[in-house]
């Protein structure tokens, strides 16, 4: 009976002091914090979630949380694992950089949790700066001044085709059509280029100068920042 109520009181203590907790916990969503900004500054594209920053937060200090309970006590940890099995998550990733935000808020996480304090710490400023670099030279990106041109244009149209495709030219290094997807009643095309324009010149003066020619419609232009689909 006493080895009993033993076993449950033991189930009860923590191999950590209730500052240590408390500390770990802190330091956990400071860090947790951090990654989310990171994340923020440093995104691109279109899949931005608020809700993901906050997912960032919330597992870091839940990870924490987590390996503060498991300690050094096996069952425990096999016990957690059978216990976070039941859960499904089913929530689709759209961007891969996304998943590496995942890892390093669980990694934080862990490191406070354990009370590698140093570590947690230096960790996330290494890892902030080399996200911070590698977000400031857009390093991966083939060409900064790539886009996506949309319009419609009248069938059949010889003299239209002529004066957008000069146009095109004048403002782009290149120039690949895409697409091209015919309206139901067969009396305009919508077309798309991917175009990469000079140097010197930007996407609001070749607009300005297709909103010119009569004829086209639904101009739009879209930032391909190497990855956005059309």
């Known amino acids: 009976m006493n ?7 033991d189930s009860f203590t923590s191999i950590y002091l209730p500052q240590e907790i408390i500390i770990n916990l802190i ?24 809700s993901f920053m906050i997912t960032n937060i919330f597992v870091a200090v839940i ?10 006590s096996l069952a425990r940890a096999f016990a957690l694992v059978g216990a976070l099995s039941i859960i499904r998550f089913r929530t ?31 960790g996330t400023f290494i890892i902030s700066s080399i996200a911070l670099i590698l977000h400031k030279t857009n390093f991966g990106s083939i060409i900064k001044s790539e886009f996506i041109l949309q319009f419609r244009t009248p069938s059949n149209n010889s003299e239209i085709s002529k004066l957008f495709n ?14 091209s997807e015919s309206s139901e009643d067969s009396k305009s095309i919508k ?3 991917d175009i990469v324009l000079k140097d010197e010149l930007n996407q609001t ?5 297709l909103s010119k020619i009569k004829g086209l419609k639904e101009i739009v232009i879209i930032a391909a920042k190497s990855d956005v689909d059309y």
Do not use: P, R
Not at 3 to 9: P, R, S
Not at 166 to 179: G, H, N, R, V
Not at 205 to 209: G, N, W
């Open 92 to 122: 689709v990733v759209k961007d891969t950089k996304d998943t590496a935000y995942i890892f390093w808020s669980l990694a934080a996480g862990m490191a406070a949790g354990t009370g590698s304090y140093f570590l947690a710490i230096s």
């Open 3 to 9: 080895n009993n109520l033993q076993n449950i009181a």
């Open 191 to 193: 077309v798309s280029f």
């Open 166 to 179: 000069k146009t095109i030219s004048k403002f782009s290094k290149s120039s690949t059509l895409l697409s």
């Open 205 to 209: 003066d070749l607009l300005s100068e």
């Open 27 to 50: 330091l956990s969503f400071i860090l947790g914090l951090i990654i989310s900004v990171i994340y923020k500054f440093t995104h691109k594209g279109l899949s931005y979630s608020q």
């Open 63 to 72: 990870v924490c949380m987590v390996i503060m309970i498991i300690g050094n």
